[in-house]
């Protein structure tokens, strides 16, 4: 039986892990050991990732260095963790990460240029023979022009004249033999064109095929082992140049087969990522964490009171402290907001499985600080700054859906649903794509919302609807024998009308004048008088 062992080690300049008691062996040769390791899950933050890399290798008796050269450019040293599994004791020493400039594959760029020589060299061939072309229909049109001038010319010797030709048959077969040449011609100007505009591609294309430096980051380790040994390494480090922002698609159904309103909530993510390497078919996992630099509350200092002479000149101000007291300000505001927001939308709850679609489910985990989303399907996602869609989840609600105006401001009904936030995890902020009966509707944005939290989403106007307003009467009048008062009487209508073939709620929500003087009275009289105010 195998003594599986585990082997660990994190961090920069940590001590070397012995693994195995220390023993006496006769040592093979050292030498580097080339670890090609390629990335197999990402966690991706609100900003910046961590990436695993997993690979099996065979390690020679003896001390070796291990060498994984293509690492990003933006990874953190100090999150570069090594761990790994041998079939026998073996030990890892500590790992280094140095950067360094590497070339492009010589030979794989060596191949690209010469195909794109090649295809070069065949567009220039095919120029060349629009060329010829070109030549022998431009002495084509030359002979032509030359046969048009042929009655003006003197007949030559002076002798008897000759029989004259039949000139108009001889213009007419000029005329269309002139079209054709032209029409030849345009073709081949064309054919001319398309070519050189494919010979320009094909040289930017070699031309961006140069062989270039790439900087990339290098970690190197020991190893030893008393016998050959078969190690599985598994690297992790943590880049900055990677995000996920959680977008959402609201559908609404006005009427389900049960007569009641019911509302899918799609949640998604727009993940990208720029660090600088591929990650083609990783387990992805989105996490609500925000790494931050500000980590530790502020410190306050002391502030000191002081009588001041007015006699004595104000010491100037240190103008230099200023810039950097603010930027440290904005830090730990920023982590101060971070650490709220997690306070608030947190809850600790056992981990679960969220339905998404029939062939992938999404595994949620909620803690007190964090919610992570891990896939169920594998994904890519290339470097550079396009986005890679993701499904996190679909649920359906119940919501409650009334009709709002304001009519003071708009003459239009809205229809609004009112819901609760799924209990599965806190929703963060985010674009939201909404969509009524199967119609899209527009846009709006999802705000922080805590698991339960009730919020409403509007879904457009409804046009069975009509709302209207009106000023119906104004009256003035004076008043008053010891004291004189004066009054001013405003009367206004507002008017629903319900073309649904069925009942519905509303909420008016109007704007009613308020007293900022004792002497001035406000009194506001409504009928019918409303069901519910301030709602």
């Known amino acids: 039986?195998?003594?599986?062992?585990?082997?660990?080690?994190?961090?920069?300049?940590?001590?070397?892990?012995?693994?195995?008691?220390?023993?006496?062996?006769?040592?093979?040769?050292?030498?580097?050991?080339?670890?090609?390791?390629?990335?197999?899950?990402?966690?991706?933050?609100?900003?910046?990732?961590?990436?695993?890399?997993?690979?099996?290798?065979?390690?020679?008796?003896?001390?070796?260095?291990?060498?994984?050269?293509?690492?990003?450019?933006?990874?953190?040293?100090?999150?570069?963790?090594?761990?790994?599994?041998?079939?026998?004791?073996v030990v890892l020493g500590p790992v280094d990460l140095v950067r360094r400039k590497l070339a492009t594959d010589e030979?794989?760029?060596?191949?690209?240029?010469k195909a794109i020589e090649d295809q070069i060299e065949q567009v220039a061939r095919t120029l060349r023979a629009i060329d010829a072309e070109r030549r022998t229909?431009?002495?084509?049109?030359?002979?032509?022009?030359?046969?048009?001038?042929?009655?003006?010319?003197?007949?030559?010797?002076?002798?008897a004249a000759s029989a004259q030709p039949d000139w108009n048959s001889l213009f007419d077969l000029i005329g269309a033999k002139m079209q054709a040449v032209e029409t030849a011609l345009l073709e081949i100007n064309d054919r001319a064109r398309a070519a050189e505009r494919k010979r320009d591609d094909l040289q930017a294309k070699l031309e961006r095929l140069a062989p270039q430096a790439r900087t990339v980051n290098?970690?190197?380790?020991?190893?030893?082992?008393?016998?050959?040994?078969?190690?599985?390494?598994?690297?992790?480090?943590?880049?900055?140049?990677?995000?996920w922002r959680p977008t959402y698609t609201a559908r609404l159904a006005t009427t389900n087969d049960a007569g009641e309103p019911s509302m899918t909530l799609i949640r998604s993510a727009a993940v990208r990522q720029w660090s600088g390497e591929a990650w083609p078919d990783v387990a992805l996992t989105l996490s609500t964490v925000r790494p931050s630099n500000a980590s530790t509350a502020p410190t306050l200092t002391p502030v000191g009171l002081d009588l001041v002479d007015p006699n004595q000149p104000a010491p100037a101000p240190v103008a230099a402290a200023r810039p950097r007291f603010d930027r440290f300000a904005r830090e730990q505001s920023g982590a101060m907001e971070d650490a709220e927001r997690g306070r608030r939308l947190g809850t600790v709850a056992k981990a679960r499985k969220v339905a998404l679609i029939q062939r992938a489910k999404v595994a949620v985990a909620t803690s007190a600080f964090a919610a992570t989303y891990t896939l169920a399907s594998r994904v890519s996602v290339a470097t550079g700054r396009r986005t890679k869609q993701v499904e996190i989840s679909r649920e359906t609600l119940k919501p409650e859906v009334v009709i709002r105006a304001a009519p003071r401001r708009a003459q239009q009904a809205f229809v609004t649903a009112s819901f609760k936030a799924p209990a599965s995890s806190p929703v963060l902020a985010g674009q939201i794509a909404l969509f009524r009966d199967g119609a899209y509707v527009g846009r709006g944005r999802m705000p922080d919302l805590a698991p339960g939290k009730e919020h409403a989403l509007g879904f457009g106007s409804d046009p069975n609807v009509r709302v209207t307003f009106a000023t119906a009467d104004e009256k003035r009048g004076q008043g008053g024998i010891l004291v004189s008062t004066s009054s001013n009487r405003r009367d206004f209508t507002i008017t629903l009308e319900n073309r649904h073939d069925r009942p519905i709620r509303y909420h008016v929500r109007d704007r009613l004048p308020v007293s900022l003087n004792d002497d001035l009275k406000v009194t506001v009289t409504q009928s019918p008088e409303p069901a519910q105010k301030n709602v």
Do not use: C
Request: charge should be negative; charged fraction near 20%.
């Open 218 to 243: 290098v970690a190197t380790a020991t190893v030893t082992s008393a016998e050959d040994a078969t190690v599985k390494l598994t690297l992790r480090y943590f880049v900055e140049n990677a995000e």
């Open 107 to 113: 030979q794989q760029t060596a191949e690209a240029r």
């Open 1 to 89: 039986m195998l003594n599986r062992t585990g082997l660990t080690l994190v961090g920069l300049g940590a001590a070397t892990l012995m693994i195995a008691a220390a023993a006496t062996w006769t040592s093979a040769l050292a030498e580097t050991i080339d670890v090609r390791a390629k990335p197999i899950s990402a966690t991706v933050y609100l900003r910046g990732a961590t990436v695993t890399r997993e690979v099996e290798i065979s390690v020679p008796d003896g001390s070796h260095t291990l060498s994984i050269e293509d690492l990003p450019a933006g990874v953190r040293p100090e999150t570069v963790r090594l761990e790994g599994e041998a079939d026998i004791d």
């Open 137 to 159: 229909a431009d002495a084509r049109k030359t002979f032509l022009q030359n046969l048009i001038a042929l009655p003006s010319r003197p007949v030559a010797g002076g002798g």
